[in-house]
C-alpha cells in the first residue's frame, strides 16, 4: 500500500515523466517540420518562381495603370525656305481703291502694296505641347487586368505545386537517410556479435574444445559484415548528400534524426478526395482565362472612347505670349465594324481552348484519383510487409536465443548459431525497410491528396 505523503510525489514523478515523453515527441516531430521549412525557404527553383510571381504582380500594376490618364510633353521646330508657297494678290487688289483715296483726300496716305507670297512650311516655328490623354470606355483595358489578376494566382498556385513536391522530396529523402542510417546501427551491433564470437571460437580453439573451421567461419563472418558496415555507411553518406542537396545546405552537414517506431496515420488509406491538387487549380485558373480571352476578342463590338487635352505654345521666332499659349480639348471614338473574319476567327480560337482544357480537366481528374487509390494499394501493401517483418523478427530472435542457450550447453554447433545470427539481422533489416517503406508510401499519399499543409 502506497502512503499518503508518498503519494503526491509519486504523482509529481508520473507528470514530469509524461512531459518528458511529450517535449521528445514534440522534438521528434519537429525536426521534419524544421527540415522542411528551411528547404522551402531555401530551394533555389522556389525562388525562381517567385521572381516569376513578383513580375506578374507588376504586369498587374501596369495593367491598371492604363485606366489613369496619361501625360506626356512634346516639341517640334521647323526652320524652311523655298518649297510651295500661297500667293496673296494684295497690290492687285486694294492699289486702285487706295489711288481713288489719294487723289481724293488730295494726299498720299495710302500707300501702294505689293502682291505677296506666303512659303506653306513655317519657318523657325515651334510647337510645344503637354498632351492629357484618358480612356473612357475601353472593353480591352478591362480584359487585360482581369487576364493579369489570374495569371498571378496561376504562378502562386505554380509556386505552390513546387513546394508540395519539394516537401515530397525531403520526407523522402529523410525517411531513406533514417532507413540507411538504422541499417549502418544494426549492422554495427551485429558486428560486435560476430566479432565476440570470434574471440569466443579462439579462446575455445586454443583449449582444444573445437576445430579450425568454427574460428575460421567466425572470421569470414566478420569479414563480410564490416564489408555490408562500409557499403551501409556509403548509402547513408548518398542519402546525405541528396537530402543536404534539396535544403540547398553544405552537402556533409550532419542530419538530426527521429526515432521513428511506430507506422503512420492508417486513416489515409481511405477517401479520394483530390480537390485540394494545385493541378486541378491550375486548370480551373487556365479556363477562366480563357474566358476572359474570349471576352477580348469579342470586345471589338464595344466602341472605344477617350479624350485628350493639349496645353501648349506655338509661334514663330520663339515667341511666348498671350498669342502664342493655347489648348485644344479633343473627344475621340474607335469602332472596328468589320475585320473580314479576324474577329471570328479569334473567338472560335479560344472557344476551341476552352473546350480543350475542359477535357483535359476530365482527364487529369481521372489520372489523379487513380494515382491515389494506387499509392492507398501500395501503402496498404507497404503495412503488411511491415507487419510480416514484425512477426518474422519475433521468430528469428526467438530462434536465435534457442539456438544460443543450446550452443553454450554444447548441444548445437556454431553454424546452426550463424545462422540463426543472419536470420535475425536480416529480420531486423527487413523490419527497418519495411517501416520506413510505410512512411515513404504515406507521404506518396499526401502528395496525391495534397493533405499536408503548406505555410
Not at 524544421?34 to 501596369?62: P, R, T
Not at 534524426?257 to 491550375?282: F, H, M, V, W, Y
Amino acid at each position: 500500500m502506497i502512503k499518503l505523503y508518498q503519494k503526491p510525489k509519486l504523482l509529481w514523478s508520473i507528470l514530469l515523466t509524461m512531459v518528458l515523453i511529450t517535449a521528445h515527441q514534440s522534438w521528434a516531430q519537429g525536426r521534419l517540420d524544421l527540415y522542411i521549412k528551411e528547404g522551402l525557404e531555401s530551394n533555389q527553383s522556389i525562388k525562381q518562381q517567385n521572381f516569376m510571381l513578383e513580375k506578374n504582380v507588376y504586369a498587374l500594376s501596369e495593367a491598371k495603370s492604363m485606366f489613369l490618364p496619361n501625360i506626356a510633353f512634346s516639341t517640334t521646330y521647323t526652320k524652311a525656305d523655298g518649297g510651295r508657297t500661297i500667293d496673296i494678290p494684295v497690290g492687285d487688289m486694294m492699289n486702285g481703291v487706295y489711288s481713288t483715296l489719294n487723289q481724293l483726300t488730295g494726299s498720299n496716305s495710302f500707300p501702294q502694296l505689293q502682291n505677296q507670297q506666303v512659303l506653306i512650311n513655317p519657318d523657325n516655328f515651334y510647337d510645344a505641347k503637354f498632351r492629357i490623354t484618358q480612356p473612357i470606355l475601353n472593353a480591352e483595358l478591362n480584359y487585360n487586368k482581369k487576364i493579369k489578376t489570374k495569371q498571378i494566382g496561376l504562378q502562386k498556385t505554380e509556386v505552390l505545386l513546387y513546394k508540395r513536391e519539394l516537401v515530397k522530396e525531403i520526407k523522402v529523402a529523410y525517411y531513406n537517410y533514417l532507413k540507411a542510417t538504422n541499417a549502418v546501427k544494426i549492422y554495427q551491433s551485429y558486428l560486435a556479435l560476430v566479432r565476440e564470437g570470434e574471440r569466443v571460437n579462439r579462446k575455445l580453439l586454443d583449449n582444444g574444445k573445437i576445430n579450425r573451421t568454427a574460428l575460421v567461419r567466425s572470421q569470414n563472418e566478420v569479414s563480410k559484415i564490416e564489408a555490408s558496415i562500409v557499403t551501409a555507411i556509403k548509402t547513408q553518406e548518398s542519402a546525405r548528400y541528396y537530402f543536404n542537396f534539396l535544403l540547398n545546405r553544405p552537402q556533409t552537414e550532419s542530419i538530426l534524426i527521429d526515432e521513428i517506431t511506430a507506422l503512420p496515420d492508417q486513416t489515409a488509406l481511405i477517401g479520394e478526395d483530390i480537390g485540394n491538387r494545385e493541378e486541378l487549380s491550375k486548370l480551373k485558373i487556365a479556363k477562366g482565362i480563357n474566358e476572359d480571352l474570349t471576352g477580348l476578342a469579342k470586345s471589338y463590338l464595344v466602341p472605344k472612347v477617350g479624350a485628350s487635352l493639349d496645353l501648349g505654345s506655338q509661334a514663330f521666332d520663339w515667341k511666348f505670349n498671350n498669342k502664342s499659349r493655347y489648348y485644344l480639348l479633343g473627344v475621340s471614338l474607335e469602332w472596328n465594324l468589320f475585320g473580314f473574319g479576324r474577329n471570328s476567327s479569334r473567338m472560335k480560337q479560344t472557344l476551341a481552348e476552352q473546350q480543350a482544357i475542359s477535357s483535359q480537366t476530365n482527364y487529369v481528374q481521372q489520372q489523379l484519383l487513380t494515382e491515389l487509390k494506387v499509392r492507398q494499394a501500395s501503402m496498404e501493401s507497404a503495412v503488411a510487409e511491415f507487419r510480416a517483418a514484425q512477426s518474422q523478427l519475433k521468430t528469428s530472435q526467438t530462434y536465435y536465443n534457442d539456438i544460443s542457450k543450446l550452443y553454450k550447453e554444447g548441444m548445437a554447433i556454431y553454424i546452426e548459431v550463424l545462422d540463426a545470427q543472419n536470420q535475425w539481422v536480416d529480420a531486423q533489416l527487413q523490419a527497418n525497410i519495411a517501416l520506413f517503406d510505410t512512411w515513404i508510401a504515406f507521404t506518396a499519399i499526401e502528395r496525391a491528396n495534397a493533405s499536408f499543409n503548406i505555410q
